[in-house]
């Protein structure tokens, strides 16, 4: 394997221009046709469905454990049952329908088709050649998967697995740095850079009970001020958290070196930006209030 020394956050940057083109589908009309097609009405069902099915016909025990800041309550509310409805297999294939779908509606025809995309699938599936299984069971499932032919979706499904690799390993970072799902979820969206709580309680299935008590515990360890704002120490904790994490993820972006990530970061903003103005996410998604 070759490796290049990056920049500092290099990784982390490429990650934040791939990783919401995969989120896209989880606020697509697509995916509420081609999941309805399968009996699927449930929103929280499709993407419970969608992000689990390559672990397989799994409950919500698994699902806790690897997705880690859901509530088990809403977890077992729709696991297993869903697949009752609807295969882990049925599921695969109506999320890549939906993510070709959403692309083409999302980015155009002509950017799907560029070489510019051909270039970016490239890329992306060059770093994920130094993803590594071990510990890591979101990306490992989908590391199972085929790659599909199509360049757009190929690039769909090289940003699925960086965006595995690195949330497995963000799971170690928060258990090292002590923080449980809604204190994670707490703290993040202090940071501004978070869902904001109406998103993360309507989601995830918590409270407003369960979240006031995470941010009293955040306050009890210095970590927030009394206005709910991350204190020195609550910004250090996150900062190092990042910091871990991108220990954890570094290999693939060392793997494609410098200038690819470079490369794959200027492409990836690219079709993000394109993707937003279209109307890709909720206009509050992210935000503190």
Same mark, same amino acid.
């Given at each position: ?160 697995? !960086?965006? /595995? &690799? ?5 799971? +170690?970072?928060?258990?090292?740095? @002590?923080?449980?799902? #809604? *204190?994670? %979820? ?54 190092? !958290?990042? /910091? &871990? ?5 570094? +290999?693939?972006?060392?793997?494609? @070196?410098?200038?690819? #990530? *470079?490369? %794959? ?25």
């Amino acid at each position: 394997m070759t490796t290049t020394a990056l920049p500092p956050r290099a990784g982390r940057r490429c990650h934040n221009a791939l990783n919401p083109l995969h989120s896209t589908l989880y606020f697509s009309p697509d995916m509420d046709r081609e999941f309805g097609a399968l009996g699927l009405t449930d929103q929280t069902a499709m993407r419970l469905a969608s992000r689990s099915a390559a672990l397989g016909a799994v409950g919500p025990g698994t699902v806790a454990a690897t997705f880690y800041n859901y509530n088990h309550e809403l977890l077992a509310r729709h696991l297993p049952a869903v697949w009752e409805t609807a295969s882990p297999a049925q599921v695969l294939e109506a999320r890549l329908r939906t993510a070709d779908a959403t692309l083409r509606r999302l980015l155009g025809e002509e950017a799907v088709a560029s070489a510019e995309m051909a270039e970016a699938a490239e890329l992306a599936l060059r770093a994920t050649e130094a993803c590594t299984r071990h510990a890591r069971p979101l990306y490992a499932a989908h590391a199972d998967l085929p790659v599909p032919e199509e360049p757009h979706l190929a690039y769909w499904h090289a940003a699925t697995l !960086l965006r /595995e &690799h690195r949330g497995d390993g963000h799971l +170690a970072a928060l258990l090292s740095a @002590g923080l449980d799902p #809604v *204190e994670a %979820l707490a703290s993040h969206t202090a940071t501004g850079k978070g869902m904001s709580p109406r998103w993360v309680l309507g989601s995830r299935g918590w409270r407003r009970a369960d979240w006031e008590a995470a941010v009293e515990r955040l306050r009890g360890r210095g970590l927030l001020d009394a206005d709910g704002e991350l204190t020195e120490e609550g910004k250090a904790l996150r900062d190092e !958290l990042e /910091e &871990h994490t991108d220990r954890l993820d570094a +290999a693939p972006y060392e793997h494609l @070196g410098a200038a690819g #990530v *470079e490369r %794959l970061t200027e492409l990836g903003r690219g079709f993000l930006v394109t993707a937003a103005v279209a109307g890709a996410f909720p206009a509050d998604l992210v935000g503190k209030e």
